[in-house]
């Protein structure tokens, strides 16, 4: 019953989106990530730049604020050199792909009623959907499925009839590691975090 109930408020939720959407967009641009390994002095981290695509639903537009609701693809992940306290280095680039999804409250003032500067936040909620070359992990910890955590960002719109253009940037601060792990013969452990910025540019067309 209480399955049903949980799947009963989603519907009227997503049929109460789709009944109140005022402005359907698509997002396109790059993200920059940089991997954080706790207790790993040996690697040498440098940044990432993937990229992020993102479809969704600008709805509950009011002067001051609107409700968003995006789902896509973001890339994450970093770059490092091991240095094995000689005159060897060895390179990897561990990428992670997850399928994102976010709600954001975005509050907006409008300039001319063309321009609309916005800051926005919300929550997250992250899926892993591929990885790859994550060699320095091997016999250590598992990568989390899940990342939960929040949204924040800024922007700016511009309106042209029924089209709207924007560029916003946006924070992934994270609650969840990519991966932690404890090592059971000496009880010393270590984690991986991840920092996550984008740079998109959106384009919109209002339905109301």
Do not use: C
């Not at 993102?54 to 509950?60: E, K």
């Not at 700016?156 to 009839?161: F, M, N, P, V």
Request: proline residues 1%; glycine residues 12%.
């Amino acid at each position: 019953k209480k399955m049903k109930k949980i799947g009963l408020l989603l519907i009227g939720l997503t049929f109460a989106i789709l009944l109140n959407g005022q402005t359907i967009k698509i997002q396109g641009g790059t993200s920059i990530s940089k991997l954080d390994w706790q207790n790993a002095n040996q690697l040498d981290n440098k940044k990432l730049i993937g990229h992020s695509v993102f479809a969704g639903l600008d709805y509950f537009d009011k002067q001051y604020f609107n409700l968003s609701s995006n789902i896509g693809l973001i890339r994450k992940g970093g770059e490092y050199d091991i240095n094995f306290g000689s005159d060897e280095v060895a390179s990897d680039k561990p990428i992670l792909d997850y399928l994102s999804i976010n709600t954001t409250i975005d509050f907006k003032y409008s300039i001319k009623e063309k321009f609309a500067p916005f800051i926005s936040m919300g929550p997250r909620v992250d899926f892993l959907v591929n990885s790859r070359n994550f060699y320095a992990l091997e016999g250590l910890g598992e990568l989390k499925d899940t990342s939960f955590g929040l949204i924040l960002g800024g922007g700016l719109r511009y309106d042209i009839s029924n089209l709207q253009f924007g560029l916003r940037a946006d924070y992934y601060l994270d609650f969840t590691k990519v991966a932690d792990w404890t090592i059971e013969s000496t009880g010393n452990g270590g984690e991986v975090s991840v920092n996550t910025f984008t740079i998109n540019l959106t384009i919109g067309y209002k339905l109301k």
